[in-house]
């Protein structure tokens, strides 16, 4: 568990009434905060139906329960929340953001909210995952909720004036894992699903990492809390190479942008070093700034925001 970032509740705007938007076989049934019981139920050879987009408004990602589901807490359900650009600020693209926080906890402010209110302001809509954790959840839970919140933007794009090929995805520590696990782990969808959102790719076009988790099979390196919360205390060999996504890059790995401290004292460096050699090695292109940035868990500073931005543009975004 990272203890040195500072772990707050989710925001609650008290200028609104948040609504939830349950995804019934790609239909919308719009429910209160208060109410569990859908007034409406589509049938499921409905058309599907774009939901509303509304500033700060979040969504369930699955209609009922998501996979591997062990109860009908707030912990056991994945959810999205939106931010967005000013009207005439938007720039067509978008990011999905996943907090840091060992795999146990999430830092929704420092590396939620802060980070989604940033990259709107600079025309960017923004996302913001609340996926599901360890102890009580381990790996595939976290990466099927990573890839839905992807496909969840991106069938709805269109609609909300999103291009479908400007989906990125921006993670921090253990949400970095996240990230490099979702950009080297990917589908192209099943064109045939009855889930709409389903039918959508879970390859994020551009990926971006700060002080990010990476390996789980160096041991001088590894993040131990993060594994073992994401795959439990004694995970097999296979599995831990499996998700040592420095391991697992190709040429088609997203481009990506690096930012981590050499003074970090919870994830070290060599998790990014290693990274960033397997994209360079494999062609893809890559952004690394590599310095003396704060140890860990600094999330929105001068040291790397204007370039991050600057970047993004270059890549249309």
Same mark, same amino acid.
């Given at each position: 568990?990272?203890?040195? @970032?500072? %772990? ?38 409905? /058309? ?8 700060? =408004?979040?969504? $369930? ?22 931010? &967005? ?7 067509? /693209? ?11 906890? #999430? ?24 996926? *599901? @954790? ?12 990573? =890839? $839905?919140? %992807? *496909?969840? !933007? +991106? ?11 400007? !989906? ?13 696990? @979702? ?15 389903? $039918?959508?790719?879970? +390859? ?17 390196? !590894?993040?131990?809390?993060? +594994? =073992? ?13 499996? #998700? ?34 397997? #994209?360079?090695? /494999?062609?893809?292109?890559? !952004?690394? #700034? *590599? ?17 991050? %931005?600057?970047? &993004? *543009?270059? $890549?249309?975004?």
């Amino acid at each position: 568990m990272e203890e040195d @970032l500072e %772990i707050k509740p989710h925001p609650t705007p008290t200028a609104m009434k948040y609504l939830s938007l349950f995804l019934l076989c790609g239909t919308p049934v719009l429910m209160s905060a208060a109410d569990s019981t859908p007034a409406v139920t589509a049938p499921a050879s409905a /058309a599907p139906t774009t939901p509303p987009l509304q500033n700060l =408004q979040t969504f $369930r990602l699955w209609a009922g329960d998501a996979p591997l589901a062990q109860g009908q807490d707030a912990k056991d359900i994945p959810t999205i929340q939106a931010y &967005l650009p000013a009207e005439g600020k938007a720039t067509g /693209a978008a990011m999905v953001i996943f907090p840091g926080g060992g795999y146990v906890n #999430l830092s929704m402010t420092n590396e939620g909210s802060k980070i989604a209110q940033w990259l709107a302001d600079n025309g960017i809509a923004a996302f913001i995952v609340k996926y *599901r @954790l360890g102890p009580k959840y381990h790996h595939p839970a976290e990466m099927f909720d990573g =890839q $839905r919140a %992807i *496909r969840f !933007v +991106r069938t709805y794009a269109p609609a909300w004036n999103i291009d479908i090929n400007k !989906v990125g995805v921006i993670g921090f520590s253990a949400g970095g894992h996240m990230v490099s696990t @979702l950009a080297t782990h990917f589908d192209a969808g099943k064109p045939d699903a009855t889930d709409v959102i389903d $039918r959508a790719s879970s +390859r994020p076009d551009l990926q971006i990492l700060l002080y990010p988790v990476i390996t789980f099979t160096d041991e001088a390196s !590894v993040h131990k809390g993060s +594994r =073992q919360s994401l795959l439990g205390a004694n995970p097999p060999d296979d599995l831990k190479l499996l #998700l040592s996504n420095e391991k697992q890059v190709t040429a088609d790995t997203p481009p990506a942008f690096i930012a981590h401290s050499f003074t970090d004292p919870v994830v070290p460096i060599a998790n990014s070093d290693a990274y960033v050699a397997a #994209l360079e090695k /494999a062609n893809v292109p890559v !952004v690394y #700034l *590599r310095g003396p940035y704060g140890g860990h868990g600094f999330g929105l500073t001068a040291a790397w925001d204007a370039q991050c %931005i600057a970047w &993004l *543009r270059t $890549r249309k975004f």
